[in-house]
């Protein structure tokens, strides 16, 4: 199978009057979580906390002055961390909670598919400096607090050795086993060869939204 990451490239486009790889992006960006959530569902055996009323995600929410930002380690800079929260103001909002063995996982997603940085280590040992989050250990949905097991964190792809150092690192500065990543380009790699029933629906569903959208543009 060809890489899934070319699918973003603006190599593939020869119109010089159009991005398609920004485009690309956009779109994918508009449902990739939908696809991940039901595969951690589906796939992995967590249930998603979801809205009594509507079944809608339910938006967890960390209050940063419930945050220390104490690391146990010293990959990250403590004085980036503490200079963080004392801008942040109220909230973060992730992207989601899972259950499951009747424990807690935050979950967050940054998919960024041929991202200019200089690679997935120095990328997110900004992110997490400039966005602290991972310190937390109450959150709070649908009006409940709740204590934190363990964080979920989706990225798009990276090496072993770049996965393992993460990893450890973020596991030694937060605590042992509370960090997991799930990267994305192999899971959809996975959905792509094994045709799964639910993620062949979802794509077609979004597929059928964006046809029906360029017919209404060019009056069909």
């Known amino acids: 199978m060809e ?8 190599e593939l486009n020869k119109d010089p009057e159009s991005n398609y790889g920004s ?17 951690i569902e589906t796939e992995l055996g967590y249930k998603m906390i979801r809205k009594d009323n509507d079944n809608s995600v339910s938006k967890p929410r960390i209050y ?3 945050v220390s930002g104490k690391q146990k380690g010293d990959w990250l800079s403590q004085q ?6 004392k801008r942040k103001v109220s909230h973060c909002t992730p992207d989601g909670v899972f259950k499951k063995g009747g424990k807690y996982y935050i979950w ?12 997935p280590i120095p990328q997110l040992k900004n992110y997490f400096e400039e966005n602290p989050w991972i310190f937390a250990n109450l959150f709070t949905v649908e009006g409940k607090e ?13 090496e072993d050795e770049e996965k393992t ?9 937060i605590g042992k086993g509370k960090f997991k990543l799930l990267l994305t380009k192999p899971i959809l ?11 062949l629906n979802i794509v077609k569903q979004e597929k059928k939204n964006v046809d029906r959208f360029f017919k209404q543009l060019l009056g069909k």
């Open 3 to 10: 890489d899934i990451s070319q699918l973003f490239s603006k």
């Open 23 to 39: 485009t690309r992006s956009t779109l994918f960006g508009k449902f990739y979580e939908r696809i991940l959530a039901v595969y």
């Open 64 to 66: 940063w002055k419930k």
């Open 80 to 85: 980036r961390i503490e200079k963080s929260l």
């Open 108 to 119: 967050e997603a940054k998919n960024w598919p041929l991202y200019p940085e200089k690679g």
């Open 146 to 158: 709740h204590y934190i097991d363990s964080f979920l964190f989706s990225f798009w792809d990276m």
């Open 165 to 173: 150092f993460i990893k450890e690192n973020i596991n030694q500065a």
């Open 189 to 199: 790699e996975e959905c792509i060869k094994n045709q799964y029933e639910w993620y």
